[in-house]
């Protein structure tokens, strides 16, 4: 038998479908066409891909010193890097992109932790476990007292200092409860070894917003704002997004970074979701939205993020899709990305296994995750245990912790950051841009990384990982006293303070 649904679940169901009708904002789209047009056009990718199969080697030698020069390539140039197949190319390519990564960011890796918040979402996208179609899916959405205690393990126990705080789409996590959980972050301070903790970093990974929203978001403070179109391939973004959901609106997504850069959040991270469409044809449009956003606004994505399709509960979708990128492809599409975009930061995530994220790191990225729990409310309540898949977006592929990541980051040379100064500091969009191309940001941000370096060893490193991280610190300071010796004193009175248990200290 039904029960007939009573007058006030009436009312809320009119009131959940009138949010949804309201959501997308046309004039917010058409004000950004070229004479109706979209950015994206496909038959001009598809020509360069098919005009650039036989790449010369003196050519591509050429592209490389392009990308050297730290400028940002052509779709042809892109394209002929995509058909390199000869092995000892491809080497030079891989050595080429991993001096690009050092020249612009140093020998620095970025630690964050995904935090999701809720798992609500009235979308319905094929390969997600949080669709709205999955009957087998436990809904939950946080408090603020239950984000509290996420906070108090990620900020206070592993000691992350940045988060990307991920929300569904659904009038339960809109606007209004992001700007008050960001908040909410953002006030918890939790007691360390020797000093405190606290999330210095939120970024954002949520739905498309109007420009009126990102106002609000920009506000409340957030660092980068990230969108992942999925896939630039419009017939398939149509197949996967049902066209009766507000994901289902591929140009709405589209130009929300152009929404964002009107609204002054001027940090925005694009990325596909690799394994839904053809991968060249994704770099090449990932490259067209970063060209458009530097044409447009002066100002490019500042980070590229790459996620591969992995399995999910109850999710037959990602069983076996048709387009699976698999390693070695998905080592050739970082190094292009790498080579495309030589400013621009780039995530390598925890749905890598242990294996490849060390085969790949070298090859450009520049921020990665650990200790990562993608269970709404997973840090407090699960720390120490495998997440049950049903819970889970999708699985992860390697789940160890920050300590375990940083200790192999720092056995491998490299230091890793938990600054967070530079948005606190204004270098943010044109003024980040011209930095990174210079290759001055690298200055600032080898003084923060040593400092937070520090700070995080001596309040929550192991005894292993502190013997081997105090290694990198010496040699980097070395290179502090050496490079920048007009900075090197107040950088050690920094460094000596923050041993001492001062904390937050930056340039
Ligand atoms: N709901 C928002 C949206 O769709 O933009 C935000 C977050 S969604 C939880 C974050 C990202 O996870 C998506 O943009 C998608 O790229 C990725 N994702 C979804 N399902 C996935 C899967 N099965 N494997 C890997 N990544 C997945
Ligand atoms: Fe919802 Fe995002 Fe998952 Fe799509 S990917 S179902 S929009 S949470």
């Known amino acids: 038998m039904t029960i007939a649904p009573c007058k006030k679940e009436k009312r809320h169901e009119a009131d959940h479908y009138s949010w949804i009708k309201r959501r997308i904002k046309t004039e917010q789209i058409e004000k950004y066409l070229d004479n109706g047009k979209c950015f994206i056009d496909s038959i001009g990718i598809e020509r360069s891909l098919a005009e650039n199969t036989h790449p010369d080697p003196r ?18 140039e892109t394209a002929c890097l995509l058909h390199v197949e000869d092995p000892e190319l491809l080497a030079e390519m891989q050595r080429v992109a991993a001096e690009v990564k050092v020249k612009v960011y140093d020998n620095r890796i970025v630690t964050f932790a995904p935090l999701y918040l809720s798992n609500f979402c009235v979308n319905d996208c094929l390969y997600c476990s949080f669709r709205r179609s999955n009957d087998q ?16 393990v990620l ?12 929300y569904g789409e659904h009038p339960r996590s809109d606007i209004d409860y992001m700007v008050s959980t960001l908040q909410t972050i953002a006030d918890v301070k939790v007691k360390t070894r020797k000093g405190w903790g606290q999330i210095r970093r939120c970024n954002v990974n949520a739905a498309p917003l109007s420009i009126e929203e990102l106002r609000l978001l920009k506000d409340a403070g957030i660092g980068t704002f990230q969108v992942f179109q999925e896939t630039y391939h419009r017939p398939t973004y149509e197949k996967v997004h049902p066209a009766d959901t507000i994901k289902g609106d591929y140009l709405w997504r589209l130009y929300c970074m152009h929404r964002a850069m009107e609204a002054g959040v001027d940090d925005v991270g694009i990325g596909v979701l690799f394994g839904l469409y053809d991968w060249k044809f994704e770099v090449m449009a990932l490259l067209c939205h970063a060209i458009e956003l530097e044409d447009k606004f002066g100002i490019g994505p500042h980070t590229i993020s790459f996620p591969r399709l992995e399995p999910a509960g109850n999710t037959p979708f990602v ?13 050739k599409l970082v190094t292009v990305l790498r080579l495309a975009v030589p400013y621009t930061g780039m995530i390598l995530t925890a749905r890598e296994n242990a294996r490849l994220r060390r085969e790949v790191l070298p090859l450009g990225c520049t921020q990665t995750d650990a200790s990562t729990k993608i269970d709404i409310g997973g840090y407090a309540e699960r720390i120490d245990e495998n997440q049950p898949d049903e819970r889970q977006q999708f699985i992860l592929g390697d789940t160890r912790s920050l300590d375990d990541v940083v200790r ?3 056995e491998a040379g490299y230091i890793t950051s938990f ?8 270098r943010t969009g044109q003024k980040i841009m011209k930095l990174l191309r210079s290759g001055k940001e690298g200055q600032y941000c080898k003084l923060n990384a040593i400092i937070t370096f520090r700070e995080w060893l001596d309040d929550f490193g192991s005894e292993q990982t502190i013997a081997v991280g105090e290694n990198v610190i010496e040699r980097e300071i070395e290179q502090v006293k050496e490079r920048l010796p007009g900075v090197y004193e107040q950088f050690l009175g920094y460094y000596e303070k923050t041993k001492a248990g001062n904390r937050d200290l930056y340039f």
């Open 155 to 166: 900020a206070g126990v592993i000691g992350h200092k940045r988060l990307i705080v991920v």
């Open 59 to 76: 050519r591509v030698r050429d592209i490389l010193q392009k990308s050297l020069a730290v400028e940002t390539l052509t779709l042809d």
């Open 419 to 426: 600054c967070t100064a530079g948005y606190r500091c204004g």
């Open 319 to 331: 069983e076996n899709p048709e387009h699976r990128v698999n390693d070695e492809a998905f080592k």
């Open 408 to 410: 192999e980051l720092a």
């Open 137 to 152: 899916a436990r809904r939950r959405i946080l408090t603020n007292e239950e984000i509290r205690r996420e906070i108090e």
